[in-house]
């Protein structure tokens, strides 16, 4: 089975940097995704690790770690577009997705 | 770029009523996944197709089923709908069952009274 723990709330200004963590436990693992949900609305991809390590796109950044369980999530430069709920999600053995409960971003001016 | 469509976008039914929500993926994807995601819940994978066939099963209720079409597009068929089945349903689609893509619709808002 699996099991993905994320802390839920955050607040933090326009311009600043938040971090967003992610733990998980699963049989099988085929990647690690970060998604992007705005309320009422579609989760949207914001970045995939499959190998340890740190991959950039644009103002986020997304790092793993396999061997910990771990993950975070980087936004940079916040934008008040932002504020959304951030979900990771892992791919186990199979294809599907195994959603952690999702970190709420509110940006402030 | 053409996006997953689902319809309806909202649909209200009382209790023991059915539902038909329907999924086209984007042209050329092959799979298609459907996921329920509750008031403050995360979306929970309930099944998923690759060319018409059922290749994964999920936390998908008995009350529930859904198929695949030739043309790819896929239908999640409720039946005996229970309150706890308001939810907004997300489908998803990708090319080829491995691909670690997956693209989201804008979701189906079922609401159950």
């Known amino acids: 089975g699996q099991n993905i723990d994320q802390p839920t709330e955050m607040t933090a200004t326009e311009g600043a940097i938040v971090q967003i963590n992610c733990t998980y436990q699963?049989?099988?693992?085929?990647?690690l995704f970060w998604y992007q949900q705005h309320a009422g609305e579609a989760p949207t991809f914001l970045s995939y690790n499959v190998l340890d390590g740190l991959e950039e796109k644009g103002r986020f950044s997304s790092f793993l770690s396999r061997s910990k369980g771990y993950s975070y999530l980087l936004l940079k430069e916040l934008q008040m577009k932002d504020s959304a709920s951030y979900l990771c999600a892992v791919k186990g053995g199979n294809n599907r997705l195994a959603f952690g409960k999702g970190n709420q971003v509110v940006v402030i001016p | 770029a053409a996006g997953v469509i689902q319809s309806p976008r909202h649909l209200i039914k009382e209790k023991r009523e059915t539902a038909t929500l329907k999924c086209y993926p984007i042209p050329r994807h092959d799979t298609v996944y459907w996921y329920q995601q509750g008031p403050g819940q995360d979306p929970q994978f309930l099944i998923s197709?690759?060319?018409?066939?059922?290749?994964d099963k999920g936390s998908i209720p008995d009350r529930f089923s859904a198929q695949q079409f030739s043309d790819y597009h896929s239908e999640l068929n409720m039946s005996s709908l229970e309150l706890g089945d308001s939810a907004l349903y997300f489908c998803?689609?990708?090319?080829?069952?491995?691909?670690?893509?997956?693209?989201f619709g804008p979701g189906t808002r079922l609401t159950v009274t």
């Open positions: 998803a689609s990708s090319l080829g069952s491995q691909s670690y893509e997956q693209y």
């Open positions: 699963t049989s099988g693992f085929n990647g």
């Open positions: 197709f690759y060319e018409k066939m059922q290749s």
